[in-house]
């Protein structure tokens, strides 16, 4: 059985690494700085919102999805939610910034929910989501145009990185 929460560990809150600067009572505080603020969906936050939490993966726990670290690149905008039978495909607007890091079938991480890229075209990106994804995070009450928290995979850009070193390339 998990610890409980304590000051200093980590919480992940939309997919944002954030650290708990107090924790009693079963309520956590964190701290937001304005970097968080302009690069997330944080501030669109209001009183009562419904939000995704994980707790940091701690060594020895089981990994059962991507690897995901809570640094969130940038915010994306939801273009369309498609039902499909009881699962949903959501297509999203592609980051310029972040093009590169996306190909079908990787991994993304929106709101902190680790999703396999279903299509990829040069301005866009779906994803698929099952019942269960829908039913047990924040994605299921999203609408067209809701911003979301984009996280690419880390491992495409310490590739990128190594390759721009290697190369003599600007990374």
Do not use: W
Not at 151 to 161: F, N, S, T, W
């Amino acid at each position: 059985m998990r610890a409980p929460l304590a000051e200093g560990d980590s919480l992940a809150v939309n997919g944002v690494c954030l650290t708990i600067v107090d924790y009693r009572d079963g309520v956590a505080l964190v701290e937001l700085s304005p970097e968080t603020l302009s690069r997330t969906n944080l501030g669109d936050l209001s009183a009562g919102a419904r939000v995704n939490l994980e707790v940091a993966l701690r060594a020895g726990d089981a990994l059962g999805g991507h690897l995901v670290q809570g640094h969130v690149d940038a915010t994306t905008a939801i273009l369309s939610l498609e039902q499909q039978g009881e699962s949903c495909l959501m297509r999203l607007a592609l980051p310029r910034a972040q093009r590169r890091y996306l190909v079908e079938k990787g991994s993304v991480t929106l709101d902190g929910v680790s999703l396999t890229i279903a299509g990829l075209t040069p301005d866009e990106f779906s994803v698929a989501l099952i019942p269960f994804t829908l039913a047990h995070t924040t994605l299921g009450q999203r609408v067209s145009g809701d911003r979301v928290n984009l996280e690419v995979d880390v491992l495409a850009k310490y590739v990128e990185r190594q390759l721009a070193e290697r190369f003599g390339e600007d990374g």
